[in-house]
């Protein structure tokens, strides 16, 4: 994301990523306003529900354009939120098309002496002779969006959250903004939010800490299923159980979920650690201390044989967020590869029977988890029984 507007006089600003599309278009708008000499701004509604509405935009966009400032010696103008520039219903109708086609064309012979314009929109049609006018005679700005697939999106999330906690005079350890970002996941609105919950949290407190991510914990979907499997890392009994209470009453509520999901939380987890475990035993990776200290090492794991770890992203620990791996390195000292070995048993049982019996699945779920976290008993007395 640029640090300021650009010099050009047209500027779109598009993406999936629908909040940051919004966050930044404002930003723009409001930079364009101060100019020396006063500024007299048009916004045009461009959120449209079919083909005449969308007509309708366009032509308060023409005439916005034509009007000269009534005040002050500029004019910024902004087509705001358009959702027919990609291939949307509206989009694909005719007139829209045509309309679109001679706008581009007027769009390039006009002067922008004292005249911006700023399109702000979601998904656009690069092929489309609009879109290739705003790109010739101005600038483009894409907010594709944060996808878990993606290699990089952690990266990006945080760079977006420390951003954001600067605008608002704090600053967050590197441990801090990894269990944030791991515990919010790719999505930047609620993300938004929560560095907002963070720095009022931390008050007068220039640096927010890793117990400040820990006190005001969000309660969706992402953060219980990783405070779960975290806890089982952990091998806190209580916590688990805890965890797991919380998410059973969720599964209530919710008619979209049920404890198979769970389960597969679960089975993931251990996965993790498995293979985490195998990763220390060849030294690919270290125990480190803290954060910090882990992640550098993150930069040489293109040594690891691309055939000793799966296909598929979800099971590779290599595309997983860095802390989430920071943590398991930990958290694999916990247990030995047996009692790994033998959860996964468990796991498959406990699907086994939640799919073949008619059995109380909390019940199930939770003698299963105390089955795998609970320490074997080392008094002599104990094993003999």
Known sequence: MPAAAPDSPVLLICG???????????EIFQQWGRKPGGVEAEIIDASVNNSGEALRALASLRQALQTLPFFGSAKVVWLQDCNFLG????????DVTETLAALAQELKTSRWDNVRLLVSSGKVDKRKSFYKALENIGA????????????????????????SLRALDKDISDEALAQLVASVGPHSRMLSSEVDKRAL???SRPLIGADDVEAVVTRNKQARSFALGDALGDRNLV?????????????????KRNEIGLLYILVSKVRTLVLVKEMLAKK???????FPRFKPQLAHLDRVPSDAMPEDRRFNPLA??????????????NYTLAELIQAMDLLLQCNQKLISRNLDASLLLQQTLVQIVSRPDPSPLRAAA
């Open 16 to 26: 999936e990523d629908e909040f940051a599309v919004k966050q930044r278009a404002r």
């Open 87 to 94: 291939e949307e219903r509206a989009a694909a109708a005719r």
């Open 140 to 163: 483009v700005e894409t907010f594709p969006g944060w996808a878990a697939d993606d290699k990089d999106w952690a990266a990006q999330a945080e760079n977006f959250a420390r951003r």
């Open 201 to 203: 949290y931390a008050g």
């Open 239 to 255: 916590a688990v159980l805890r965890c797991l209470d919380r998410e059973l009453w969720e599964i209530k509520r919710d008619t």
């Open 284 to 290: 690919w990776l270290r125990p480190a201390p803290d």
């Open 320 to 333: 997983w967020n860095p802390f989430v791996l920071y943590k398991a390195t930990g958290q694999a000292a």
